[in-house]
């Protein structure tokens, strides 16, 4: 159901968008991300980042 809805919904305003893309000499991007990639929300930054490197501070300015 939810498929054929937005089949019909997307029916409606792409012939006009992939125009006005070919008039203005625009590229689309793909309308869904391929299968193999994540989603931003299922990645984060801590996932992959390690501890940082130690910074010995000189207190000799005291």
Do not use: C, I, N
Not at 2 to 7: D, I, K, Q, V, Y
Not at 8 to 31: I, K
């Amino acid at each position: 159901m939810a498929e054929r809805t937005l089949a019909s919904l997307r029916a409606m305003y792409e012939p006009y968008v992939t125009a006005l893309a070919q008039r203005l000499r625009l590229s689309l991007p793909a309308w869904r991300a391929a299968d193999h990639e994540l989603d931003d929300w299922r990645t984060s930054a801590w996932d992959t980042s390690g501890e940082l490197p130690r910074f010995k501070l000189d207190d000799d300015h005291l």
